[in-house]
């Protein structure tokens, strides 16, 4: 009876460690799958929390352009408001010298003082005028140039080099940093 005493222990003791393998791989298993969904989760928590910050900055950078374009339609509105005014200011002594010319002419007898102060106003007024950038078009003896001129008579030309070419100028033209403001109105040889 001992000898079959012996392989039922043996027998038993194969029953139990193979039940603990058994349970310790289990618990291996669920180890190793805890760290698993705590990874996975950790990942989910750090995706959450990137895309909270990401759409945080974008919210920010909405609002930041958002007062760039309100500040940028400002800022034009003030210079097409203001825009002159470095003009304006630049004449304001052309007007004076104006003033003082008026006030003095009905003191004064003497035309040609008269014509001179009124040449030194125009002068003044057309320099300061070229310093902003406009530019005159007198266009005498010129080849007609529709860009610039307007054509409001057709003479006959008193030679042959001059068809097609300005005759006469009515009104002189103006540009102003290449830009016609003004054609200058001119009579056309034919």
């Known amino acids: 009876m001992s000898e079959n005493f012996q392989p039922e222990k043996d027998q ?11 349970t310790e791989s289990a618990q291996d298993e669920n ?8 990874t996975i989760e950790a990942k989910l928590a750090k995706s959450e929390a990137e895309a909270a910050d990401l759409k945080d900055r974008l919210l920010r950078q909405m609002a930041e352009f958002d007062n760039y374009r309100k500040r940028t339609m400002k800022e034009k509105a003030e210079i097409i408001l203001n825009g002159s005014a470095g003009v304006v200011t630049d004449i304001l002594p052309v007007i004076d010298d104006l003033e003082r010319a008026i006030a003095n002419s009905a003191k004064t007898e003497d035309l040609s003082t008269l014509k001179e102060g009124i040449e030194l ?4 007024l057309m320099h300061i005028l070229e310093q902003k950038g406009l530019q005159k078009i007198s266009p005498k003896n010129e ?19 001059l068809k097609g070419k300005v005759l ?3 009104i002189d033209g103006y540009k102003l ?14």
């Not at 106003?121 to 003044?124: D, E, H, L, Q, R």
């Not at 529709?146 to 003479?155: L, N, P, Q, R």
């Not at 940093?177 to 034919?190: M, P, T």
């Open 12 to 22: 038993e003791k194969e029953v139990l460690n193979s039940a603990e393998q058994q």
């Open 121 to 124: 106003i125009y002068n003044k």
């Open 143 to 161: 080849p007609f140039d529709t860009d610039f001129h307007e054509a409001i008579a057709m003479i006959p030309a008193p030679s042959e080099d």
């Open 31 to 38: 180890t190793q799958e805890e760290p698993q969904e705590e």
């Open 168 to 170: 006469d100028c009515a």
């Open 177 to 190: 940093n290449d830009k016609v403001l003004r054609h200058a109105k001119v009579a056309v040889g034919e």
